[in-house]
């Protein structure tokens, strides 16, 4: 299959400098547009290939970004349905529901481990440290579905780079808000609470790895990881931790849930690779939500141009 | 009553399918219906098996006797819920690639167990007639129908090794299945015992 090389900026999509400046507003009037939208006013059509109604509270200043991709966006209504976020659910369809008065406000997400200073910053604080960017992505869950989602966020990077790790960081591990009376599916023990996942430093440093706080151009839904959460587009999709309370930098490699509860089935790298079944189902193919064929699995789910070289020399079915 | 009643029974037994037509003519069947469906069809399958097992507990337990009468219909609808769940599988996960479907019956387990549940109600839909109960003994024809308990065996192990993390469904399931299973053991051990006691009875 033909994967197209992303195409650069065109003048026409560049935001102009008006929107550009503007693009902080959606960070004040959170709690005005918030009472908005719950009084039915938020709501309003977006003209986007899908042509859904979206009720979220628009992110201003958006830039496109050359590491977009340019396949057809999955439509709003089944990224917003179909969740695997076994803190609400282990029911696709629950966490649009069970979802809905999650507290986004206030948020602190901690930083410690290696780093030079620890600290806990604000959720707006860190929404300030660089301009929203919209990274249009494949998705594909280890499961065999895939979607293609219009993210907002900007590369984890720009954090990392502000919150100082020292030399000897070699792994970033993110964890999940533990609440059981606002997260229900964490009364139950499916997995180990609270999720953890990891990922090597220098995978998260790589630009596409993405800290991601809103899709579709608004705000992230809470079923979808608000307030935020990271999306690391060529990994299986458990990678991508949602509703993150704590980035730690440490020296050894990080637990990750799903290896905690499977560890013949989840690796710690647990990269899109084709070639490397599940030992209970094969990786070979996957199904694109809104598809009736199954489509072939790229390596590296088509970012093997980008990602490969982090890889050289490892071998990929040991490191699963 | 028998005569108004399984009418009625068939239809509700159709319910479950005319419920996911419905559905998918409404685009109701959510982001991914080819999984709805395979799940939907799972659990009936399974479902329809656990009742036609109930059956004749039931009927010993509330001494309703006419209700062997659709005990047939029963199991023949969890061969026909069956067969939908593995046609899902053959046309719209694997697209009738049979080298694929034996490597994944081969590789898989919770895929091999399926199989197995399934395979295990052949020979019970093709006996099910009563010119095969006549044709085998009603004997032979019992024994060969307790097949049916290694094929909802089998689809609950089926169930078991193919959820990731969330095993509720499955044990609730398996749980059921463990209580008409032992219900039956109860019976045969003390069927044993009264053959035993017989036994000794007239030895003396």
């Not at chain 1, 599940?278 to 789910?301: D, I, V, Y």
């Not at chain 2, 037509?21 to 098996?49: M, R, Y």
Request: charged residues 20%.
């Amino acid at each position: 299959m033909l994967i197209k090389k992303a195409e650069a900026i065109r003048s026409s999509e560049i935001t102009p400098q008006s929107l550009y400046l503007n693009r902080r507003k959606f960070l004040h009037g959170a709690a005005i547009t918030g009472a908005a939208a719950a009084a039915g006013f938020g709501l309003r059509e977006v003209a986007l290939p899908s042509a859904t109604v979206l009720a979220g509270n628009k992110i201003d200043g958006i830039k496109k970004s050359p590491l977009s991709t340019t396949e057809t966006v999955t439509p709003y209504k089944d990224v917003t349905n179909y969740n695997n976020y076994y803190e609400f659910s282990t029911d696709k369809e629950g966490p649009a529901t069970l979802a809905k008065n999650f507290r986004t406000r206030p948020w602190k997400v901690k930083i410690d481990g290696l780093v030079e200073k620890k600290e806990e910053l604000d959720i707006d604080t860190i929404l300030k440290m660089a301009s929203p960017e919209e990274r249009i992505y494949r998705h594909r869950c280890v499961e065999g579905w895939s979607i293609v989602v219009p993210w907002v966020g900007f590369s984890l990077s720009e954090l990392i780079k502000r919150v100082n790790p020292t030399s000897k960081a070699k792994f970033v591990e993110f964890t999940t808000l533990l609440d059981m009376t606002q997260m229900p599916g964490q009364q139950r023990p499916v997995l180990q609470w609270p999720y953890v996942e990891g990922l090597r430093m220098d995978e998260a440093m790589h630009p596409l790895t993405l800290l991601c706080f809103g899709m579709y151009g608004e705000e992230l839904p809470n079923q979808d990881g608000a307030p935020i959460r990271v999306v690391v587009p060529w990994k299986y999709g458990f990678k991508s931790a949602k509703a993150i309370v704590r980035i730690r930098f440490t020296d050894k490699q990080p637990q990750n849930t799903w290896n905690i509860s499977a560890p013949t089935e989840y690796g710690f790298y647990s990269n899109v690779n084709p070639n490397v079944d599940h030992p209970r189902w094969s990786q070979a193919k996957e199904r694109r939500l809104g598809e009736f064929s199954k489509r072939p699995t790229l390596m590296f789910n088509g970012y093997g141009d980008q990602v490969a070289s982090l890889y050289s020399g490892m071998d990929l079915k040991k490191n699963f | 009553m028998l005569r108004y009643l399984k009418p009625a029974i068939f239809l509700g037994c159709l319910a479950p399918l005319a419920n996911l037509v419905w559905a998918g003519l409404h685009s109701q069947l959510g982001a991914n219906p080819i999984e709805k469906i395979t799940h939907s069809t799972g659990d009936c399958t399974l479902t329809f098996l656990l009742i036609t097992l109930s059956v004749t507990p039931l009927r010993k337990l509330t001494r309703q006797f006419w209700l062997i009468g659709v005990r047939r219909m029963l199991g023949l609808f969890a061969f026909f819920y069956g067969t939908l769940h593995l046609m899902t599988y053959v046309w719209l996960d694997k697209f009738f690639d049979v080298h694929e479907m034996l490597a994944d019956i081969a590789k898989r387990r919770f895929i091999t167990a399926g199989m197995t549940a399934f395979v295990l109600m052949i020979p019970l839909a093709l006996t099910s007639t009563k010119w095969s109960i006549r044709k085998l003994g009603g004997k032979r024809w019992q024994s060969l129908h307790r097949l049916i308990y290694f094929s909802a065996a089998a689809g609950v192990i089926h169930y078991i090794w193919l959820v990731k993390a969330d095993l509720k469904k499955p044990l609730e399931y398996g749980s059921v299945l463990g209580f008409l299973l032992l219900y039956r053991l109860i019976g045969w051990a003390a069927s044993r015992n009264v053959v035993a006691a017989k036994a000794t009875v007239s030895q003396e």
